[in-house]
């Protein structure tokens, strides 16, 4: 491969390259770079590891690169380290997330600094310095008012970069980003889930499908329970530990999860009177803060929360009944059975821990694991029903371990079908799988790719990819289309044509629209950028059509085909019409003439005579003593010096607009040569005519006598504008009898004359498209050699 190759290849690969969270849970942190534009896909933390070994891989990518850092949702194991990416290293880009989770990622990560190695003055057992000092609160403060926030449904347009964020279920504030760079589209789940519960709407599927998913794969090829499986399962547990007089320890991570379990015990306990004298509390220093939020931000959540906010049997559905938020174990008293939701999750530390230990002895009482329980930590190593514990605050000790462990897991992700499913729907023909331990993530893969293996070594062919940590992912973006917009008069005209079609009804007919306009069809040599900076990254794509496209596969249906200048900035495309090219880039436009001299061996009426049979009226502007002038098909000019009797002396003048005009030009100087050399000419030379006829039918009919020829030459051309008009407006189009057709769309009629091509037509857009047709039909299509063959006779 030369050099050159490799370079294209370089800015037209997709690159993935994993920080974090590759082949496992944990830390999640994605680099995603395309046409020199870099997002980095959030910035976690891994629950079982502590200081800067708990963090992405940071130190192996030049974070000063990165335009753009989303946040996918609160959850530590996905932000636990944007502080310090903001604050310690070398990153220098914006940082999005939604409302929601900013309003809760400020009093998570203050309680995290608290209770981990992380914040300063807490410094872990064995943990080396660097990690007291990795970010602090103040951290956490400065960074906190440059944190931006998009809303669900929102797109954000940054550099050429665009995105949009979609529920993605999971927890409150939880959103899948749509990306956009340069037409490439890539879809990132983050954490997602396809199942509604109690309060949070279920992940969405994007209406545009993307070129590369980005996908959780934490469940692999499991399955989950179904919801309400789980739930009875729960609470029948519950019920029976407490009845036998034991105690139920549910470790939770404080947000998320935890509201919705904490929905399903306060209903239970509502329905259960036996249970009412039990309390239940939840317990973590974030409790009284997370349900203000949560509180706050009922507007996002699902019908049945924000139902039962309005009904107003409550002031919340977060005002529980039966549930005590308790900060610590200060004020609590042991006296019996009770339920105690308590986070961290992980039960690496905190009120969690502290239970866990003292409770793990008694075969009556009950742990149930609600989420997902990190490859590390005790949450994991509990699942194991070990004998014995180690006590958080001293290892030295061990604690026997006879509480009963028990698995139900709310995490809300996605299992196998349910990944599955969404995979079909969105249709990315590229999967990247990411937050999945290497053997659930190999199985997945395994899976999608016998799923999909039908479609190998074809266009339709699905690639997965599994990347580690650190293991650049490189790949090759071919063929991708890209949407235009269409601005200036442009639009304008195809406003009036759409408002003209909606007049008319005919929004369900397959009206194909091609613009022929020759003017519109702009092709220029475009001059230096008036100011510098932005504008510089300004390119004219000479003469390129562009489809637009629209987010809604479904406005696909018109086709409608337009043509302008396409200028591209910052990966915008944007569809102009030459005039409006400085008002809307502030580009300027010169234009390229072309000029030929040729000298002929005729005089004017017969050249005037070989002109008007190729392409109808000839416009004279100019016919003095020294000078005849002529426009061609509002073209090409020509003129020709009467000062030198020898011979005509002719010089054409074109502007290099567009194809069509250097045909004709081609068109006109073959001619010109061929009078020279048309017997039919040396027979017209010697005659004066004088033709001074409207239209291209009359003007046909040859100063000799009318010949077979020229009646076939007739019925070609009729032929040819017919088909072309067949080819626009397809069934729309009836050829009648004398030499008529009639073009029907909705309510619009238009009646063509074949011979004196006229066209009569109440809509004017529809009359100036059959016209435009007619007018190419007339002139280019046809080839010299048939005007050739007919003149030499
Ligand atoms: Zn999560
Ligand atoms: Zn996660």
Known sequence: MNTENQDQDESESFKFFGLGGCNEVGRSCHIIEYKNKVIMLDAGVHPALTGHSSFPFYDEYDLSKVDILLISHFHLDHAASLPYVMQHTTFKGRVFMTHATKAIYRWLLQDFVRVTSIGAGSRAEGSDETSTNLYTDDDIISSFDRIETIDYHSTMEIDGIRFTAYHAGHVLGACMYFVEIGGLKVLFTGDYSREENRHLHAAEVPPTRPDILITESTFGTGTLEPKADLEKRLVQNIHATLTKGGRVLMPVFSLGNAQELLLILDEYWEKNEDLQNISVFFASKLARKCMAVYQTYTSIMNDNIRLSSRIGQKSSPFDFKYIKSIKDLGKFSDMGPSVVVASPGMLQAGVSRQLLEKWAPDPKNLVVMTGYSVEGTMAKDLLNEPHTIKSAVNPDITIPRRINV???????????????????????????????????????????????????????????????????????????????????????????????????????????????????????????????????????????????????????????????????????????????????????????????????????????????????????????????????????????????????????????????????????????????????????SSRSHNHNHDNIEKESTPPTKKSAHANSEISSRIHRISSLLKAQFGDSLNNLEDNKAVITIGKNEAKINYLDLTVDCGSRVLRDRIENIIKRGCGLAAPLSQYQEVYKI
Not at 457 to 477: A, R
Request: with cysteine.
């Open 406 to 684: 028990s698995e139900i897991s709310f995490a809300a992700h996605v299992d196998f079908q349910q990944n599955s499913e969404f995979i079909e729907k969105v249709a990315p023909s590229k999967i990247i799988l990411v937050h999945g331990d290497s053997v659930p993530m190999g199985r997945l893969k395994s899976a999608l790719l016998s799923k999909y293996s039908a479609r190998k070594g074809t266009e339709q062919e699905v690639k997965v990819f599994n990347p580690k940590n650190c293991e650049p992912l490189k790949i090759p973006i071919k063929g991708l289309r890209v949407a235009a917009r269409v601005l200036g008069t442009l639009a304008e005209e195809q406003l009036h044509l759409l408002k003209a079609e909606i007049e008319n009804k005919v929004a369900e007919s397959n009206l194909k629209i091609e613009e022929l306009d020759d003017e519109e069809n702009e092709k220029m040599e475009i001059g230096q950028p008036k100011e510098e900076g932005k504008e510089d990254d300004s390119k004219v794509k000479e003469g390129e059509d562009t489809k637009t496209e629209n987010e809604d596969p479904d406005a696909f249906k018109t086709g409608q085909l337009m043509s302008g200048v396409l200028v591209s900035m910052d990966f915008d495309l944007d569809l102009l019409q030459l005039q409006d090219l400085h008002e809307y880039t502030q580009l300027s436009t010169s234009i390229v003439k072309s000029k030929m001299s040729l000298k002929i061996n005729a005089d004017i009426t017969l050249m005037k005579w070989h002109l008007e049979q190729m392409f109808g009226f000839i416009n004279i502007v100019n016919d003095d003593e020294d000078e005849w002038e002529c426009i061609i098909m509002d073209m090409i000019d020509l003129l020709v010096d009467r000062s030198k009797t020898d011979s005509l002396y002719i010089t054409l003048e074109w502007i290099n607009d567009n194809l069509m005009s250097d045909s004709m030009a081609d068109s006109v100087i073959a001619i010109l040569y061929s009078i020279d050399s048309s017997p039919a000419s040396v027979k017209l």
